[in-house]
C-alpha cells in the first residue's frame, strides 16, 4: 500500500466512534440474537469500535444513497423527508428512513441498499431477503415493517443499487401484520429484560455468520469456552494451516456466492458465448439412492 491508502486508512480509523443506545433500532430489530439487542441498550458503551474496513463500508453505502437520491431526482422522482425519525414511546422503537416517494399521491417509505452483483442478481423481492443466507439483508425486511408500524402505512419500496454497474431495480413491500406482531414481541422482551439490567441466554446462532461479527464478543463468551473440558493443544503445523484457511475464507464465500449466482443465471444455457466465454451445459438425470449407515466426524472451526 502507498501512502495515500495509508492516509486513507488513517482517516477512516479517526472517524469511527461508537454511538449512545437507548432505544432498539429498527435497523437491528431483525437480528437473530436476542441478547445481542440487550447488549446494545445496556453496554453499547463497551462495545467494540467498528474495524476501519467496517467504517469504510458505512462511509461506501453513505455515497451510493446520495448516488441514488442524485438517480431518482434526475428522473423526475420526488424524495422528501430524508433521515426522518419515526417513534414509538411504548416500544422504545426508534428508526429513521433514508427517504419518502410521493407515488400517486401516496407518500412511500423508501429504503435504499447497495448490494455487490452477486447479491443484487439474487434479491428480486422480500422473501428473498427473509431467508437468505446473509444476516444483515435478513435484517431489512424486519426493518421496513418497523418502519411502516410506527409510520402506521400500509406499503413502502426498497431500491436495490448494483455497487458494480449503478443499476437499480426496485420492489414494493407492503405492511405484514403478522411480522410486526414479531417486532413488538422483540421489543417487548428486549424492553423487560433492560428494565431488569439482565441477559437472556446466548441464542443458538451461527458463530461463523453471527458472533465473529458481534461487537459484544468479549461480553459474551461463546459457548465452546465457556465448556468445562476444553482442551488446549500446541501445534504450530495446525495453527499455520488454520490461519491460512481464515485468510482463504471470505475468498471461498465470494466463490460460492458467484457460483449460486451464475448456477440460476445459466440454467438451461447450451452453446452461449458471454464475452470471451463459451457456455455449455446439459441436464443431468439424477437416480434416487439410499445412503448406507455409517458415521463422520463433523467439526466447527471458531476463530477466537
Not at 132 to 141: A, E, G, L, T
Request: charged letters at 30%.
Amino acid at each position: 500500500m502507498g501512502w495515500i491508502s495509508d492516509k486513507i486508512k488513517e482517516t477512516k480509523a479517526q472517524k469511527r466512534y461508537v454511538s449512545p443506545i437507548h432505544a432498539n433500532r429498527a435497523s437491528e430489530i431483525g437480528h437473530p440474537c436476542l441478547r445481542y439487542l440487550v447488549h446494545l441498550r445496556l453496554d453499547w458503551l463497551k462495545a467494540e469500535l467498528p474495524s476501519v474496513k467496517k467504517q469504510t463500508l458505512f462511509d461506501d453505502a453513505k455515497y451510493h444513497e446520495e448516488a441514488v437520491i442524485d438517480t431518482l431526482k434526475e428522473a423526475g422522482i420526488i424524495v422528501l423527508q430524508r433521515q426522518r425519525p419515526f417513534w414509538s414511546e411504548k416500544l422504545q422503537l426508534i428508526g429513521h428512513i433514508d427517504g419518502v416517494i410521493l407515488c400517486s399521491d401516496h407518500e412511500l417509505p423508501l429504503e435504499i441498499k447497495a448490494l455487490n452483483p452477486q447479491d443484487w442478481h439474487q434479491i428480486d423481492k422480500v422473501d428473498d431477503m427473509i431467508e437468505y443466507p446473509k444476516v444483515w439483508v435478513r435484517k431489512w425486511p424486519f426493518q421496513m415493517q418497523a418502519y411502516l408500524g410506527l409510520a402506521n402505512q400500509k406499503e413502502g419500496v426498497f431500491i436495490l443499487k448494483n455497487k458494480l454497474t449503478g443499476e437499480l431495480k426496485d420492489f414494493p413491500v407492503s405492511f405484514k401484520e403478522e411480522l410486526w406482531n414479531k417486532i413488538i414481541a422483540i421489543c417487548t422482551t428486549v424492553n423487560n429484560y433492560v428494565s431488569a439490567k439482565s441477559y437472556p441466554e446466548p441464542a443458538e446462532v451461527e458463530y461463523d455468520k453471527v458472533c465473529r461479527y458481534c461487537p459484544f464478543l468479549t461480553l459474551c463468551v461463546p459457548e465452546a469456552l465457556r465448556e468445562k473440558d476444553v482442551e488446549i493443544w500446541e501445534n504450530s503445523d495446525i495453527e499455520e494451516l488454520l490461519n491460512k484457511r481464515e485468510k482463504l475464507l471470505p475468498l471461498k464465500k465470494e466463490f460460492d456466492e458467484i457460483e449460486k449466482a451464475l448456477k440460476k443465471a445459466l440454467e438451461g444455457a447450451d452453446n452461449v458465448i458471454i464475452g470471451s466465454y463459451l457456455i455449455k451445459g446439459k441436464w443431468i438425470e439424477r437416480k434416487a439412492y439410499t445412503v448406507p449407515e455409517g458415521r463422520y466426524w463433523k467439526r466447527e472451526i471458531i476463530k477466537l
